[in-house]
Nanobody, 115 residues
Framework: QVQLVESGGGLVQAGGSLRLSCAAS????????MGWHRQAPGKQRELVAS???????NYADSVKGRFTISRDNAKNTVYLQMNSLKPKDTAVYYC?????????WGQGIQVTVSS
């Protein structure tokens, strides 16, 4: 019903920046909060950042001050600006979106930070 497609990942050196984008399509009426999670090999998936309909934001302690989440409701797109990247940020990043009681996930996109 709702499809989420991530883009903007890749390989970057420590200290560099990337911007992830997640575009929602399909039945996007009444989309609510959106966010980003990540999962590193052998670890649990964790919340990175989330943003509500009215732009309230929440960040994991590990990314505060470095990452910024934003959304463009006209484009049905959520962004994650990642600055001062560290090797520990290496993970597959997943976009998610809520629609009423439903929860949608993207395919995931790899972010690799080299030292």
């Amino acid at each position: 019903q709702v499809q989420l497609v991530e883009s903007g990942g890749g390989l970057v050196q420590a200290g560099g920046s990337l911007r992830l984008s997640c575009a929602a399509s399909g039945n996007i009426f009444s989309l609510g909060a959106m966010g980003w999670h990540r999962q590193a090999p052998g670890k649990q998936r964790e919340l990175v950042a989330s943003i509500g309909t009215y732009a309230s934001t929440n960040y994991a302690d590990s990314v505060k001050g470095r990452f910024t989440i934003s959304r463009d409701n006209a484009k049905n797109t959520v962004y994650l600006q990642m600055n001062s990247l560290k090797p520990k940020d290496t993970a597959v990043y997943y976009c998610n979106a809520e629609k009423l009681i439903e929860d949608y996930w993207g395919q995931g996109i790899q972010v690799t930070v080299s030292s």
